[in-house]
């Protein structure tokens, strides 16, 4: 199965996933954004946190390329520092969903009984609840610095990574690979490890994409509300949230981080429906799969 | 069916005790001061002995499962205790807020289902065409902003440049009802755009599939007009999973609730959570959390219910 879906991938690089300009696009804006995050200390020309007095909330200038917000701090760089927060957030929170989704969709799978109607029915049970209040619920309760927001995050969005990987290892356990590799003695590691987690990685990567973009939704929305990273950590929420009480003075401190924001977002959504196309072999043959990949 | 109800119900009652067990649980994680903070006094300039009678009258020395089982009852009666910053009861604060909520979330529905059921239909008959594209772009990038963006891009091009519309606040609705539902445009509206990229979505896809059925094929070849079949046949059949996907979206549309009332300071409850979360009303914020979750879990039931019997095909398992 392995082999299949490597060869069934190698047949749509051959038709050319990278022509579809869809992936090419979004997947360029996306290494774009971590670029930046990652190198916002080199990039950035002034301190986020510096405030420069005498220059509240002015235009682009050569000192200001991007001019300057209420304080009189720096635009361009706490947009280019907010995308470290905001993507950090996103990035750790997914890691955390990943791997505690795919672990428990894949034991559930695999051991099936009580441990499966145990562990889907609690995951379910958080899935039937509305995510943003939990979040801000527990926000409120734990606080709100980077590492409790990642935690909050990851642990929230781990039930609906679970829910995707156990639906198709629940497939992949009644293979007669699976079944072959128990007759000739491999042990649960062996075929959770080697034999049901590699199958599962079509559709994580999708889902991971899509929820890249809901992490980010999540971390800018709490910003927005005054929950997120605590000030004067620069975020594009809160850049957001401060720039609308001034816009009638100077507009570039909501505007910009507005762009960046929905930017990423649509960056992340497109990737995932590019994603899904190239990499759901299942997909790509049925109707939606077509349209898709023509819309 | 009655076997089946009661299951479901059964399942909503569980989930609503879930819900109060992890509030229990968030508030005992809290450091002491916090808690005792919750009897709306301020206990860093209390004395050792005055900390030890308030831990006393709020049960706080009592075991941890007598105080839970204290909580369980008292929260199935709707008493949350009193507001840290209003002194008010938790209960009447937080039901002041519900029906505007309710408001804006049925303004959405009337904005949104409309719009994304024809604009579903469109793009369905006219599959793969210029308009599709368009429209179905359109519809994914206003789907994928968040609520807070496009709700701020819309007041500012309404509200702020070409001032039609105020540009948030709240008068009641017993004062101008005139004044309330202009209010209310905005907010409905920007909720309303992403149901509507929702429905939209879930429509043409629905259509397409209903389509390509047989029996589409064979009210066509005895003759029938093709608006009859579009929309006597089709359409109806289309409908139900859109249903049930609205439906689903609730909880998505609480948490945009949440953003679009902060971002128009509509009173509602999700602006009543913000500001106690950030006073740290602790009552407050549990009475919100249980209120909603419990109106949002039966609110999903009632559809689930509804949709099976709309469509008896849909199995119970």
């Known amino acids: 199965m392995a082999e299949g879906i490597k060869s069934q991938t190698g047949r749509a690089a051959g038709r050319g996933p990278w022509r579809d300009g869809r992936l090419l696009l979004s997947g360029s804006i996306i290494l774009v954004a971590v670029a930046v995050a990652v190198l916002a200390p080199l990039l950035a020309q002034h301190d986020p946190y510096k405030v420069y007095p005498g220059q509240v909330l002015k235009g682009p200038s050569a000192q200001h390329w991007l001019g300057t917000d209420e304080l ?83 642990i929230l969005y781990t039930p609906g990574t679970a829910r995707i990987v156990y639906t198709t290892a629940l497939t992949i356990r009644q293979t007669q690979y699976v079944q072959a590799a128990q007759a000739i003695g491999a042990g649960a590691r062996r075929v959770m490890l080697r034999h049901m987690l590699p199958n599962t990685i079509a559709p994580v990567l999708v889902h991971i994409s899509l929820s890249l973009g809901f992490a980010i939704l999540t971390e800018t929305g709490l910003s927005f509300l005054g929950l997120g990273p605590p000030p004067p950590t620069a975020t594009w929420g809160r850049m957001i949230a401060v720039g609308r009480t001034s816009v009638y003075r100077q507009s570039l401190p909501l505007i910009l981080p507005m762009l960046a924001v929905s930017t990423v977002i649509l960056a992340l959504t497109v990737l995932g429906d590019a994603l899904r196309d190239v990499l759901d072999p299942r997909l790509r043959g049925s109707t939606t799969g077509k349209e898709q990949q023509r819309a | 069916m009655s076997g089946y109800v009661v299951k479901r119900v059964l399942v909503a009652l569980a989930l609503v005790w879930f819900i109060m067990t992890l509030v229990f649980f968030l508030v005992h994680s809290l450091p002491g001061d916090a808690i005792l903070a919750m009897g709306g006094d301020r206990p860093e300039t209390m004395s050792e002995e005055q900390r030890a009678a308030m831990r006393h009258e709020l049960g706080l020395d009592r075991p941890l499962y007598v105080q839970y089982a204290g909580w369980l009852v008292h929260a199935a009666y709707g008493d949350f205790g009193t507001s840290v910053s209003s002194k008010r009861p938790v ?70 440049y070409l001032g039609w519309v105020p540009t948030g606040g709240f008068v009641a609705i017993d004062e101008s009802l005139n004044a309330h539902l202009r209010l209310l445009i905005l907010p409905s509206l920007t909720l309303g755009l992403w149901l509507g990229a929702v429905a939209a979505r879930m429509t043409r896809h629905a259509m397409l599939e209903v389509l390509s059925q047989d029996y589409i094929r064979t ?24 249903v049930t996907a609205t439906g689903l979206q609730m909880g998505s549309l609480l948490g945009g609730a949440v953003l679009t009332e902060t971002v128009y300071t509509w009173p509602g409850l999700g602006l009543a959570f913000v500001a106690a979360v950030l006073r740290r009303d602790y009552p407050v914020i549990q009475g919100v959390v249980v209120i909603t979750v419990t109106g949002f879990v039966f609110t999903n039931l009632a559809v689930d219910l509804l949709v099976g019997w709309l469509d008896p095909r849909i199995s119970r398992d």
Not at chain 1, 83 to 111: C, E
């Open chain 2, 91 to 160: 209960l009447r604060d937080v039901l002041v807020c519900v029906p505007r909520t309710l408001e804006l979330a049925l303004g959405a529905l009337l904005c949104g289902l409309p719009l994304g059921i024809v604009a579903g239909i469109c793009t369905a008959l006219r599959r793969n065409s210029r308009t599709d594209v368009l429209v179905n772009g359109a519809f994914v990038v206003v789907g994928s902003l968040p609520v807070y963006i496009s709700g701020l891009v819309l007041l500012l091009v309404f509200g702020l």
């Open chain 2, 219 to 242: 009210a066509f070849s005895k003759g029938l007009a093709s608006s009859a079949v579009y929309y006597r046949h089709a359409l109806k059949n289309a409908l139900i999973p859109v």
């Open chain 1, 72 to 154: 009189g701090r720096s635009t361009a760089s706490r947009l280019l520092y907010g995308a470290r927060a905001s993507l950090q957030v996103a990035f750790f929170a997914v890691v955390i969903a990943t791997v505690g989704g795919t672990g428990l969709g894949i034991a559930s799978a695999y051991y099936g009984g009580l441990v499966d109607m145990v562990i889907m029915r609690a995951m379910d049970m958080v899935l039937c609840l509305p995510m943003m209040i939990l979040v801000i619920a527990t926000v409120a309760f734990v606080g709100n610095s980077v590492t409790n927001l990642i935690f909050v995050i990851g």
